[in-house]
């Protein structure tokens, strides 16, 4: 109890410590304040992420940031900042943050959690739809025409009825197989998942018209597999001339009983997991987005089960099946999901929802006698597409205000302009189109007032964008100043290649023709045959048939402390002994030695860019500690050590 006491007055002297310097400055950069809680911050931030201790080290900490502060001050001198491609740059990425802050949780809450449920389940249904333009008001002779139609799919059932009304232009009867969240529209995603199987729903409407739902069957979803893979790429470094060759020669092997595990390591061109016996991350149906690839996997009943040879946009590849989960805990897909309905129809309920939040929050006034004067200036012109705004047309009046922001008429005028052309050939009052636009325009006018002001009323965000804007700045910078300005330096180049040429070396390798087989005796025969003088073509053609590989052969330069060559290493060119490795036995024939040599200038141009960046990096930051003035606050850093000090003990 003593030690809970104790732990909870050194959080709440933490707290009040945090709070007493946050606003205080630590460090100016030409009388440019920085303060207290932005180092404290972005220390915090990259705690964990800095492998070098030295860099956890407050003081050396420091001196990164204020060579950080100095470059973001160069970019501001140099106005980067007021560069096109910056702007363009700065402003599509604010405009995709901002979507992730703009949101109304307790609404995407709930939507969440519906979606998970039904991500459970898959539903098979067919539906009819009769189309309607979406501004069409005049709905109940379709509605009508959709019940009858509803009675005729109960008593005659579907397919009677889809065989004498689908035409494919204004009525569609479509079986529609089985799906799951997402992949519809909200409105049919709802009709599908509240109708009850064999049942038929009653008419909705949905962006594209008026439909019937019928509900066929519902199952539980395909669930979540881990799978290996063995990969033959399209884009094969060796040489293997056709990947389809190659993978038909692995699957041999596997069916001959070799371990998966073993043959993924030894030929998989996928390395990110062939170290690993070809084992991929746990994926759901359409994660990856390579349909070849997943229906191979979810074909597979039985753990332990492979595929045939299947292709993809990659390449060649063997499936094995791992594991199979029903279901995905929620936590763990909570993140997508809440992605997936920020680009689904659904997301309108939350918008609407943080449009009643603000108009609580914000004072607006609306112009009582706006509509009216906007319906009464349109006439038929607007449904041919041709209205104009007449020419006594009243553009500076005031339409709408939101907090101090004032919104004219000439803005709603032009969405009436550019809007015109959604509804030619259209017979709806003017009132109906002037209340549909003005209710879209003002919700657009109080969400972009909202993003517009997010940075003074969301501190969370602020931060993010200014780590972006600074982050993008000193990209720029380094792009003009360093990366640059080393990699067109042919002279300065070769000059620092001349002097630090022993830094450049290729270390001993060996250029090789490697043998690999699952059997012993197999390998023996194999290296028999090269000591014969047989070519790895010609010994392929003996030993293998259509229906057994007992051998394959790879050719490849490799350094010689390479894992996959024998423990003893390679010394001699010639046939190595016969040796196990990665499950099988191998042979290898030394074409060559290469030992250790400098690189040509040409072979580490790459190394040396980077190294000539760091040295051209160095000397610049000495001009820009020489060009700006740091002070320090000693006190106020004192204070931050304090504070990280006592953080630290709390954690």
Do not use: C
């Not at 060119?573 to 200038?601: D, E």
């Amino acid at each position: 109890m003593k030690l809970y006491i104790g732990l909870l007055i050194l959080w709440f002297t933490a707290v009040a410590n945090a709070q007493e310097i946050s606003k205080e400055v630590l460090l100016t950069v030409d009388e440019n304040p920085i303060l207290a809680d932005e180092f404290i911050r972005v220390y915090n931030k990259n705690l964990d992420l800095v492998k070098d201790e030295s860099q956890k080290d407050i003081d050396s900490y420091l001196k990164l940031f204020v060579n950080y502060q100095l470059k973001i001050e160069e970019a501001k001198r140099l106005e980067l900042d007021k560069e096109p491609k910056y702007i363009k740059e700065f402003s599509s990425y604010k405009n995709q943050l901002v979507k992730s802050f703009v949101t109304q949780s307790k609404v995407t809450d709930v939507l969440v959690k519906e979606a998970y449920d039904r991500m459970g389940y898959e539903v098979k249904a067919s539906h009819i739809l009769i189309r309607l333009e979406e501004n069409e008001t005049d709905t109940l002779k379709v509605y009508q025409q959709l019940m009858k139609l509803r009675d005729r799919v109960i008593k005659e059932g579907f397919d009677a009825v889809k065989d004498s009304v689908h035409d494919g232009r204004t009525i569609f009867a479509e079986n529609l197989g089985y799906f799951s969240a997402f992949k519809m529209v909200y409105e049919f995603e709802n009709a599908a998942f509240n109708t009850p199987v064999g049942s038929v729903s009653k008419p909705f409407r949905t962006r594209f018209g008026y439909h019937i739902v019928n509900v066929e069957d519902k199952r539980p979803s395909l669930g979540e597999v881990t799978v290996a893979h063995i990969m033959i790429s399209n884009k094969n470094a060796d040489s293997i001339p056709d990947p389809e060759k190659r993978i038909i020669e692995v699957y041999k092997r596997i069916k001959q009983g070799e371990s998966f595990e073993a043959l993924a390591k030894q030929y998989s061109d996928d390395k990110s997991t062939s170290d690993n016996g070809g084992q991929l991350s746990p994926f759901t149906y359409g994660q990856l987005n390579a349909p070849e690839f997943e229906n191979a996997a979810f074909e597979l009943k039985n753990v332990g089960d492979y595929s045939k040879p299947v292709q993809s946009e990659f390449g060649w590849h063997i499936v094995k099946l791992l594991n199979k989960k029903e279901r995905l805990p929620f936590d763990e897909v909570k993140f997508d999901i809440e992605n997936q309905i920020g680009r689904d129809s659904r997301s309108k309920l939350i918008d609407d929802a943080l449009i009643n939040k603000l108009k609580s929050n914000y004072s607006i006034a609306t112009n009582a006698t706006a509509l009216g004067y906007f319906e009464s200036i349109l006439n038929a012109d607007f449904f041919a597409g041709t209205w104009k705004l007449p020419k006594n047309f009243t553009a500076d009046h005031i339409l709408l205000t939101i907090q101090k922001d004032t919104i004219h008429y000439n803005d709603f005028g032009q969405r009436l302009l550019s809007a015109q052309h959604a509804y030619i050939n259209q017979k709806l009052p003017f009132k109906a189109v002037v209340e549909k636009e003005y209710k879209d325009f003002e919700k657009a006018a109080i969400l972009k007032y909202h993003e517009d002001n997010l940075e003074f009323e969301n501190e969370d965000y602020a931060h993010v964008l200014k780590e972006y804007r600074d982050g993008l700045l000193l990209f720029d910078l380094m792009e003009k100043e360093v990366w640059n300005a080393a990699a067109s330096d042919s002279l300065g180049l070769q000059k620092y290649y001349s002097k630090h040429k022993d830094n450049y070396f290729w270390d001993d390798r060996v250029d090789v023709e490697m043998a690999t087989s699952a059997n012993e005796n197999d390998m023996k025969a194999v290296a028999r045959l090269l000591r014969r003088g047989k070519s790895a073509k010609e010994i392929s053609k003996e030993l293998n048939t259509d229906k057994e590989q007992k051998v394959m052969f790879t050719e490849k330069i490799m350094t010689s402390n390479d894992p996959s060559l024998p423990n003893e290493g390679v010394v001699r060119t010639g046939f190595s002994k016969i040796y196990r490795y990665n499950g099988a036995y191998h042979l290898v024939k030394v074409k060559a030695l290469l030992p250790k040599t400098n690189k040509t200038f040409d072979e580490a141009k790459g190394k040396i860019i980077s190294d000539y960046q760091n040295v051209l990096e160095a000397e610049w930051l000495k001009l820009l500690n020489e060009r700006y003035e740091v002070k320090i606050n000693t006190d106020v850093l004192q204070k931050v050590k304090t504070q990280i000090e006592e953080q630290n003990k709390v954690d």
